[in-house]
């Protein structure tokens, strides 16, 4: 049964199971655990919203029987755009949609990632986020645990001065991180747009307010100058030099590559983009070079000692629910061990997102984040995207494990 078809079925799953406090067993036969370690035949207890305990299986009776399956945490995207969708007319705009309309497009997104085994993300970012984050969080609506830069910083935001400003203007409106476009996209050529002094700034003010910074570049000057400026995390780095790498490792900054679903999912949907800003022929042309471009860069990457390569799609629309496919391109096409990939979507991507000791491990006291799947993603990266049974914060969303 596919997450579609079970939609209707999940829904009902997270009414009939509500919130309790009382604890629920669950018997995995295969526990891959987020940090690199593999245990069979492992009972995990979960209470309220938290694992409780972690250990070998015993005699007691079973909430949920996972021992045919592998359990993970559930998987983290580091960089999606949530509200992003194809409308009415099959275009990626929202054109002709009434506010009402757009947002439970995003709602389908959000119940889609939930459903193939991401419970937490980043949406990096629009306002339309904070409504999304907030039903979430009251448990009203199916989807990841959300977070949010809400509105970024770019070229236009104006002076050092002026992007001080809006950064403690965007953290007072609820923003959990700053997201800075320092290149132009990959279909423009991706040159740097802003300077080392306006990174500087927008770093350093997210900074004293106890934000992370996700910095958009393309160019290796742009990804060097985020560096430099201590920013947290760089997404894309598509042009991105040994040296640059080698830096970022050194000052401890994340990297986040995309190489397996954002390129290839605008080509397979090129009909439904084109025309649509800068989804022009051209830039189309780019980002075909961009896939051997991506791909050669993550190869160079995974040899750079200490450098912290997380998962992060940049998910726009058509690709929400096939988040995994970028995790089974790293480990299939990009030559990244199993367990490497997996902890840059579980334990490293926590990291990055400032939640190291919450989410992305299964042992006592996480969230219980826990994931289900047919098969062993560590001699086959493709079970990730056979997901049977999802519980998020305790509560069962998925569990089609014994149909």
């Known amino acids: 049964m596919t997450a579609a078809t079970c939609a209707t079925c999940v829904f009902l799953i ?16 295969r526990v891959v655990d987020g940090t690199g370690r593999v245990s069979r035949s492992v009972d995990v207890t979960v209470a309220g919203t938290t694992i409780k305990t972690v250990g070998p299986a015993s005699g007691r009776r079973v909430t949920y029987d996972l021992s045919r399956l592998t359990l993970l945490p559930g998987l983290i995207d580091t960089h999606v755009h949530i509200t992003t969708h194809f409308g009415k007319n099959g275009r990626a705009t929202s054109e002709g949609e009434t506010a009402e309309e757009s947002i ?17 993300a980043q949406s990096l970012g629009a306002r339309p986020d904070v409504a999304l984050r907030a039903a979430i969080s009251r448990g009203v ?26 950064v403690r203007q965007i953290v007072a409106e609820g923003a959990d991180l700053i997201k800075i476009f320092a290149s132009k996209s990959i279909r423009d050529g991706g040159g740097q747009t802003l300077t080392q ?3 500087d700034a927008a770093c350093d003010e997210a900074k004293k307010l106890g934000k992370r910074t996700w910095v958009h570049a393309h160019a290796d000057s742009a990804v060097r100058a ?22 970022m490792a050194a000052r401890g900054t994340f990297f986040e590559p995309n190489i397996g679903l954002l390129l290839q999912n605008y080509l397979e949907n090129k009909n439904r983009y084109l025309g649509i800003g800068n989804f ?22 995974q040899g750079v000692k200490g450098l912290k390569l997380v998962m992060g799609t940049d998910a726009g629309a058509g690709a929400h629910g096939q988040n995994a496919r970028e995790i089974v391109y790293r480990v299939q096409v990009g030559g990244q061990a199993a367990t490497e990939a997996i902890k840059g ?37 493709t079970a990730l995207r056979r997901v049977v049974f999802v519980m998020k914060g305790g509560k069962v969303f998925k569990n089609v494990a014994s149909n």
């Open 14 to 29: 997270a009414v009939v199971l509500p919130l309790h406090a009382q604890e629920v067993l669950l018997r995995a036969g």
């Open 197 to 199: 002094a306006q990174l």
């Open 226 to 247: 985020a560096a430099l400026a201590g920013c947290w995390a760089v997404t894309h780095g598509t042009q991105v030099t040994d040296d640059t790498l080698t830096l």
């Open 104 to 120: 439970l497009y995003a709602a389908e997104n959000t119940t889609a990632m939930l459903l193939n085994g991401f419970t937490t």
């Open 280 to 301: 022009t022929e051209s830039g189309f042309a780019l980002m075909e070079k961009g896939v051997p471009q991506s791909l050669a860069m993550f190869k160079r990457a």
């Open 141 to 166: 609506l199916p989807g990841p645990r959300l977070l949010t830069s809400i509105a970024p910083v770019d070229d236009m935001t104006g002076t050092p001065d002026q992007i001080r400003q809006f």
């Open 345 to 381: 979507a579980t334990s490293l991507a926590a990291e990055a997102l400032g939640m190291k000791d919450t989410v992305g491990v299964i042992a006592p006291g996480f969230e219980a984040d826990l994931i289900g799947i047919d098969g062993d993603p560590l001699t086959d990266i």
